[in-house]
């Protein structure tokens, strides 16, 4: 039967595999030159590629500096590093490990407060009732590049005298509700420039913000907190940018408002192709604001839609579509974070949500595949829940 999901027998939809994702990247002439010029130089790092990319990023983000790093995570670190913070930092348990990971590699307690259902993003009230005489910082995420409540939070953060730092890896690219780009609000947000980032270094990270002194420190300490003299200042880290990530990210950095538009639309297709199959439901962006949709997830309610995730998630695969289940488990039941926190919302999403397939480059008959295999899985849901409990 042509509607038959291929886990009960049919033909799949695709004949070869969907990855999750692709890395958004480009190159040609120049690029190549500008890499054959920093082999030949023999200065591999703290050249002038690095210098021009984090100007260049700065502009284009609208805030007075950028540091680039090795890492998101890198970056994450030296910031609460930097702040020479003691005791509690709030953040999300709905978030990639690394966001807590920077809090306890500085010897903070992570506290994981609990999400806004429809956003995903962290839930001020949630942070505020979480608040006490041991918080040292706020820790914001930009879900799936979905720009954060920063208002509501750094009245939050002011009100408590405390600083509040994004986790914006997923961000680049994004706007707030105000129009201004993430990256420009709170004392520091961090992006990372990892390959699945719309705009990628191969590896790395950058951290804008408006602070010259945290800016200053910043440089420092991603030298080992050694400023040229041999003296460090603090437990620094090895945290460079090398110049040929700097020379990839220079490159891509121009094509990021065209990524931006067309994951939008990739996203609109998907909502248009979903529109109606019961039990799926979808991350609301805030009015206003500009996701980088760096992730496409849907939810998946099983009474409505007639099989759970793990089970839409196995029957996809026999389509030759791949998935992701972010962020399962979530944090505060990772091994490394275990606790007590009791976070209904975030545990109920978590165990409910699936990324689909999405790149820059991801054209719209593959959406429409991926579309056309979760309707007839719902429209078969009882014999796949069936085969696939």
């Known amino acids: 039967m042509p509607d038959l999901p291929a886990i009960l027998g049919g033909v799949p939809v695709r004949s070869r595999e969907l990855p999750i994702t692709r890395a958004t990247v480009s190159a040609?002439?120049?690029?190549?030159?500008?890499?054959?010029?920093?082999?030949?130089?023999?200065?591999?790092?703290?050249?002038?590629?690095?210098?021009?990319?984090?100007?260049?990023?700065?502009?284009?983000?609208?805030?007075?500096?950028?540091?680039?790093?090795?890492?998101?995570?890198?970056?994450?670190?030296?910031?609460?590093r930097c702040l020479g913070l003691r005791g509690e930092v709030v953040l999300p348990s709905f978030t990639f490990m690394a966001s807590a990971h920077a809090v306890a590699w500085n010897g903070l307690a992570p506290v994981f407060v609990d999400i806004d259902p429809d956003?995903?993003?962290?839930?001020?009230?949630?942070?505020?009732?979480?608040?006490?005489?041991?918080?040292?910082?706020?820790?914001?995420?930009?879900?799936?590049?979905?720009?954060?409540d920063m208002e509501a939070l750094s009245a939050l953060a002011s009100s408590r005298g405390v600083p509040l730092v994004a986790d914006a890896a997923h961000g680049f690219g994004g706007a707030y509700p105000d129009s201004t780009m993430i990256g420009s609000k709170g004392l520091a947000e961090v992006f990372s420039l990892s390959p699945?980032?719309?705009?990628t270094a191969g590896e790395g990270g950058l951290v804008t913000t408006d602070d010259d002194e945290l800016a200053r420190e910043l440089r420092i300490g991603r030298e080992y907190a050694n400023p040229g003299d041999y003296d460090s200042r603090f437990a620094g880290l090895s945290a460079r940018l090398p110049e040929m990530s700097a020379a990839l990210a220079r490159h891509n950095l121009p094509h990021v408002p065209a990524r931006v538009i067309r994951r939008r639309e990739l996203a609109e297709r998907y909502l248009?192709?979903?529109?109606?199959?019961g039990g799926v439901?979808?991350?609301?962006?805030?009015?206003?604001?500009?996701?980088?949709?760096?992730?496409?997830?849907?939810?998946?309610?099983?009474?409505?839609?007639?099989?759970?995730?793990?089970?839409?998630?196995?029957?996809?695969?026999?389509?030759?579509?791949?998935?992701?289940?972010?962020?399962?488990?979530?944090?505060?039941?990772?091994?490394?974070?275990?606790?007590?926190?009791?976070l209904p919302r975030t545990d109920s999403l978590a165990s409910r949500i699936v990324a689909l397939p999405l790149s820059s480059h991801?054209?719209?008959?593959?959406?429409?595949?991926?579309?056309?295999?979760?309707?007839?899985?719902?429209?078969?849901?009882?014999?796949?829940?069936?085969?696939?409990?």
């Open 28 to 80: 040609d002439a120049r690029l190549h030159a500008d890499l054959a010029e920093i082999v030949a130089s023999g200065s591999l790092t703290n050249g002038r590629h690095v210098s021009a990319f984090e100007r260049e990023a700065a502009a284009f983000l609208g805030v007075e500096h950028a540091v680039a790093t090795s890492s998101c995570t890198s970056g994450l670190m030296l910031v609460l």
């Open 119 to 148: 956003t995903f993003t962290l839930d001020p009230a949630a942070v505020a009732a979480a608040m006490g005489e041991r918080t040292a910082a706020i820790m914001a995420v930009h879900t799936f590049g979905a720009p954060c």
């Open 196 to 199: 699945t980032k719309l705009l």
């Open 272 to 277: 248009k192709g979903l529109a109606g199959v």
């Open 281 to 342: 439901g979808f991350q609301r962006i805030p009015g206003r604001s500009r996701s980088t949709y760096k992730d496409f997830c849907v939810t998946i309610d099983e009474q409505a839609f007639g099989v759970d995730r793990d089970g839409l998630v196995k029957a996809l695969h026999s389509e030759n579509i791949s998935t992701r289940t972010y962020f399962d488990p979530p944090v505060h039941r990772q091994r490394a974070y275990r606790s007590d926190a009791v």
């Open 362 to 389: 991801l054209d719209d008959e593959s959406v429409d595949e991926v579309c056309s295999a979760i309707r007839r899985v719902h429209a078969h849901g009882p014999a796949v829940a069936a085969l696939t409990a």
